[in-house]
């Protein structure tokens, strides 16, 4: 445990220490947290100060690093989230449906009708007007005539669209008559991607499922799985997720480092959502900075940044911390795209428990706006607080609650009562002094401990030694029946 700072009692005494020495040392950790602070919000400030040369360089398709990092900060910031600079980490329907997600959720009136406005157009992209008619009745014409129901264009992409279905099926029918597999595999392809296009979301599983059987190479096969599960996802079915990405993995060929990393990252997905938070980490964890942009219809880097550092601190003890997450170079990478859940992870493994703590409620009012992770914020925050407080306990025969509780940010009753149930679920081996308000650790009885051991080998050793001359006794007189020699 490398900072003392916060005032905990030492191991080699029971005695409290002065208090001067830990308030000069959290003084200076502080000092150290105060600046890695001013560190992001220059950085940010400088990115901010840049704005009209990103603008710029994103119309020549440039400065794709500079709009990731300076949405990162909008999406995950304590600010109120910077819906422009979040909508542009994502493509297709998953920015519609992110959108449509902050809008119902955001308690913003400003935030609301600016998210309806920014999927009114993504829509109006496409050809989902069911989707269409949706979103126009939620805007409600608050934003204008722009924004009201426009009954020619709805109309007009419905007759296309049975248009092109009709063709889609007449091919698919004049394929299947033809007997050439990689006719029909494309045929069912082109169909699904109708009815995905069109919102027809199960209609497009059904189809992408019914090209499998016409895949003749590995490629087919995980375009295939791809395919599935992104539909899955849109779905809630992430149980098919996990099964078509086992599907995907199992292919003959090597796969590709991409496809190797959305792969990572449609699992981790499938696991956050059925609440095994370790798995879930390890998954997000071994995605490759190859990932970049090219699953943006999906999750961004910086979503894999958030879920893999939550789900980590939520399960992982300190070793796994220190060498899967702060050595991972790779998951560096991603890191640096939300610096906030950098600091907090480097501030947790460092006890800067306070530090720690601000940042993640900082996090809080955004991470609530995420559609993935929205149900599991507050799971994964008690689980992280428990383990902080666990962490903070561990080392030390004594602690005193009142700096304890300085240390987290909380008062002395609500800490005993915290440390209290960790007791209860036996996750922390004390005792609590509520009249001196002190933590005393409770330590097994060695010597005890080691008469029971040899006590229970000696116990062990007589029964052995006797199963041994049973048998001995047995061959001497000749009683063991032997197997019959086939003839």
Request: charged fraction near 25%; glycine fraction near 6%.
């Amino acid at each position: 445990m490398g900072a003392v700072s916060d005032g905990r009692v030492s191991k080699s005494s029971a005695v409290h220490r002065s208090q001067h020495p830990a308030i000069l040392l959290g003084f200076c950790e502080a000092i150290l947290s105060g600046n890695s602070r001013s560190r992001v919000k220059t950085r940010v400030a400088t990115m901010d100060d840049d704005d009209d040369d990103d603008e710029a360089m994103r119309s020549n398709g440039g400065a794709v690093d500079d709009l990731s990092s300076r949405a990162g900060k909008g999406a995950a910031g304590g600010e109120l989230m910077d819906v422009e600079a979040y909508a542009a980490l994502y493509t297709g329907r998953t920015k519609v449906a992110r959108l449509l997600f902050i809008a119902g959720r955001c308690g913003n009136e400003a935030m609301q009708l600016e998210a309806l406005r920014m999927a009114h157009d993504e829509i109006k992209k496409g050809e989902d007007s069911h989707l269409y008619r949706e979103v126009t009745a939620k805007i409600g014409g608050r934003l204008g005539p722009r924004y009201a129901l426009d009954q020619s264009w709805a109309d007009t992409v419905d007759r296309r669209a049975e248009v092109r279905k009709e063709k889609l099926e007449n091919e698919l029918t004049g394929y299947k008559t033809n007997l050439i597999k990689e006719s029909i595999r494309m045929g069912f392809n082109d169909l699904a991607d109708y009815f995905y296009d069109h919102g027809q979301l199960g209609d497009a599983f059904k189809n992408y499922v019914r090209t499998r059987d016409y895949c003749t190479t590995s490629k087919h096969i995980i375009h295939m799985c791809l395919s599935v599960i992104l539909v899955s996802i849109e779905l809630g079915q992430f149980t098919h997720v996990s099964n078509y990405v086992s599907k995907a993995e199992q292919t003959p060929e090597q796969l590709d480092l991409v496809t190797h990393s959305k792969l990572r990252c449609a699992a981790g997905l499938a696991y956050l959502e059925t609440k095994k938070y370790k798995l879930a980490a390890r998954k997000f964890l071994e995605t490759g900075p190859e990932l970049g942009n090219n699953y943006t219809d999906m999750i961004a880097p910086q979503d894999v940044a958030i879920y893999g550092g939550l789900c980590a601190l939520a399960s992982f003890d300190r070793t796994e911390l220190k060498n899967k997450v702060l050595d991972n170079i790779n998951f560096r990478n991603f890191l640096e795209l939300v610096p906030e859940v950098r600091e907090l992870i480097n501030d947790f493994y460092a006890s800067r428990y306070a530090s720690c703590l601000e940042y993640l409620e900082n996090l809080k009012p955004n991470l609530l706006l995420d559609i993935h992770l929205h149900d599991h914020v507050e799971t994964l925050y008690t689980e992280i607080r428990h383990r902080a407080i666990i962490q903070y306990t561990h080392p030390f025969i004594s602690v005193d609650l009142h700096m304890m509780a300085g240390a987290f940010k909380t008062n002395v009753a609500g800490l005993e009562k915290e440390l209290e149930a960790l007791i209860t679920d036996n996750q922390i081996q004390a005792r609590i002094d509520s009249h001196n308000k002190i933590l005393y650790a409770r330590h097994a009885d060695q010597r005890n401990a080691t008469f029971q051991r040899a006590l229970q080998t000696g116990i062990e050793f007589e029964r052995d030694v006797r199963a041994v001359l049973v048998r001995a006794n047995l061959i001497k007189q000749e009683s063991i029946l032997k197997a019959a020699k086939k003839p």
